[in-house]
């Protein structure tokens, strides 16, 4: 037989597992729950490192809600839920579902309120956690499940946590609709339903940086992680 250089079974996983062909170059895996600062940290990260994208898991799940509430089509069942997820389209911070954008509802109250839900459905998930693995390239991606089941192998991930009372502040300063208490208790709530559903979980990996953000600043979290990607980068492209 032809000596291919290639250890036992590597061809034939080659051809048969794409997801081996498509896992993203480098991928910075970022969890935690609602208001620890996710998205603005990650924002700024893959803004401030070379060639790396944001992409915010927490909208896909509200893409499909806000989808769902538009057709008037909340009681859907677990299937029919997954139905509306397979017509998600991402096109940067656009999101369309079965040909309906709903890039402008889906931070409203009521898509917030339902979320964890939808997002709790595990049909709903296979689907949109495949839409993640698809994605190539330098990815900052935060959510819940992010180096716990969609990146295991992530070369960076990390926790953001931060006080609930904290949690609620930032809310309040950001949608001062809502008196801090208020957003207490949806945020324990969200927490809660995010945390203890039986389909990928918020858990805190063992192998995850963890980050409290209670009392630091933005750029001090950002400082932070894009530091300690820079360390990993470095460590990739040295051979050992
Ligand atoms: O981060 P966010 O508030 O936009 O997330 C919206 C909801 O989606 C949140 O309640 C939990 C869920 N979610 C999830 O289950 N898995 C993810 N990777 C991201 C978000």
Redesign the pocket.
Known sequence: MENTGLAPGSVLRMETDASFLMSPAFVVAIDGP?GAG??TVARQVAARLEGFRYV????M??AVTAYLHLENARDRDEQGMAEAARGLVMSGEQYVVHGRDVTGTIRDAEV?AD??RV?AVPAVRRVVQQLQREMTGKLVA?????GSV?FPNAPLKVYLSASLIERARRRNRQYPEMKVDEYEDRIAK?DH??SSRED?PLLRCDDAVAIDTSSLTIEEVVEQITALVRQRLRKEATPS
């Open positions: 609602a996710k998205s915010d898991t927490g909208a799940y509200r917030t979320v964890s997002a935060e959510g819940r499940d992010i969609v969200r339903m995010d990928s």
